[in-house]
T-cell receptor, first 114, second 111 residues
Framework: GAGVSQSPSNKVTEKGKDVELRCDPI?????LYWYRQSLGQGLEFLIY????????KSGLPSDRFSAERTGGSVSTLTIQRTQQEDSAVYLC????????????FGPGTRLTVL | QQPVQSPQAVILREGEDAVINCSSS?????VHWYRQKHGEAPVFLMI?????EQKGHEKISASFNEKKQQSSLYLTASQLSYSGTYFC????????????FGAGTRLAVHP
């Protein structure tokens, strides 16, 4: 079956602009996660969705970051007034349940803020 | 809370073995291992739940020592395809599946 897909694959934007990153999880996966990976670094947790609810937003770096999920499926991560330090690869993952279950990652969106 | 991975980097010849460790200062519910090749998404390898079990996947296996809050990934008879960065992701007791990842271990396998 289809895996996790993300769009766009690459996004170049100017400092101060808003961007939207999209994630389509594996069909039927109830849990969805957003991570950020800076160049040469590990993965940093941003937010977790169970269905359309986000019980854990603790990883969002600032109030410029927000995310939503609709229909228990597609999720959008929005970054307002982008800064150069926002440049990173944004990875989305999904899983069937929430505990002890494998997370499957999408290919990521490489965001470059000039 | 970030787990500590060691070593930071490993260079192997084909056929050699390696061990990658992941240690946490906080009680773990589960440990997830992933491999990421350059420019690609992390690929799931295996999960270990608390209980000290060991799991295997081809010539790659892992153990989870609950007492030490440590997991080890064993790469046996390495192949060129094993090259990449290995990450452990840890989930803590009582939580859901939010993963805190280590900084990664870079593995290079040469002919």
């Amino acid at each position: 079956g289809a895996g996790v897909s993300q769009s766009p694959s690459n996004k170049v934007t100017e400092k101060g602009k808003d961007v939207e990153l999209r994630c389509d999880p594996i069909s039927g996966h109830t849990a969805l996660y957003w991570y950020r990976q800076s160049l040469g670094q590990g993965l940093e947790f941003l937010i977790y969705f169970q269905g359309n609810s986000a019980p854990d937003k603790s990883g969002l770096p600032s109030d410029r970051f927000s995310a939503e999920r609709t229909g228990g499926s597609v999720s959008t991560l929005t970054i307002q007034r982008t800064q150069q330090e926002d440049s990173a690869v944004y990875l989305c993952a999904s899983s069937l349940l929430n505990q002890g279950i494998a997370q499957y990652f999408g290919p990521g969106t490489r965001l470059t803020v000039l | 809370q970030q787990p500590v991975q060691s070593p930071q980097a490993v260079i192997l010849r084909e056929g050699e073995d390696a061990v990658i460790n992941c240690s946490s200062s906080k009680a773990l519910y589960s440990v997830h291992w992933y491999r990421q090749k350059h420019g690609e998404a992390p690929v799931f390898l295996m999960i270990l739940l608390k209980g000290g079990e060991q799991k295997g996947h081809e010539k790659i296996s892992a153990s989870f020592n609950e007492k030490k809050q440590q997991s080890s990934l064993y790469l046996t008879a390495s192949q060129l395809s094993y090259s990449g960065t290995y990450f452990c992701g840890t989930a803590f007791s009582g939580g859901y599946n939010k993963l805190i990842f280590g900084a990664g271990t870079r593995l290079a396998v040469h002919p």
